[in-house]
């Protein structure tokens, strides 16, 4: 059993997109706060964290799990843009197969071309953190 840790994030966005959305997650009244951030940090990075100390099969049922939850999310967004049919989009997501999941090494270097072209498209960190100053 793992031990219960405090985990805090302040957020202070600077831009209009990162203030819209931090807007959204407020005031959402469908699903709260955590959850959502929770929902779209598990889906995204569960299975890294779980890289480094779980079995195997651990790792490939969440893995499965992660990739059937974007898969979904990549689905309504889509839909929600209208792009449900449109083929150039739906070609650059890559079909990954549950097969293919569990065929796929533990131990498998991460793409990092992947995660830094992630990190672009984030803002490369760029984010306010000057509330944090004092949060220590």
């Not at 990162?18 to 955590?34: A, E, F, H, P, S």
């Not at 974007?70 to 997501?93: N, P, T, Y």
Request: aromatic share 8%.
């Amino acid at each position: 059993m793992s031990s219960q840790i405090d985990f805090r994030w302040r957020y202070q966005p600077r831009n209009k997109s990162d203030v819209q959305l931090m807007k959204y997650i407020q005031d959402n009244r469908i699903m709260g706060k955590t959850e959502m951030v929770l929902l779209a940090v598990r889906s995204f990075w569960l299975p890294y964290s779980l890289s480094i100390d779980c079995s195997s099969q651990q790792l490939r049922s969440v893995a499965i799990d992660a990739v059937q939850a974007l898969r979904k999310q990549a689905k309504d967004i889509l839909e929600l843009a209208g792009l449900e049919d449109v083929s150039s989009v739906q070609s650059r997501f890559t079909e990954v197969t549950q097969e293919q999941i569990k065929q796929r090494s533990v131990n498998s270097p991460v793409n990092t071309s992947t995660l830094n072209e992630l990190r672009i498209q984030a803002g490369e960190n760029n984010y306010d953190d000057t509330g944090l100053n004092n949060f220590l």
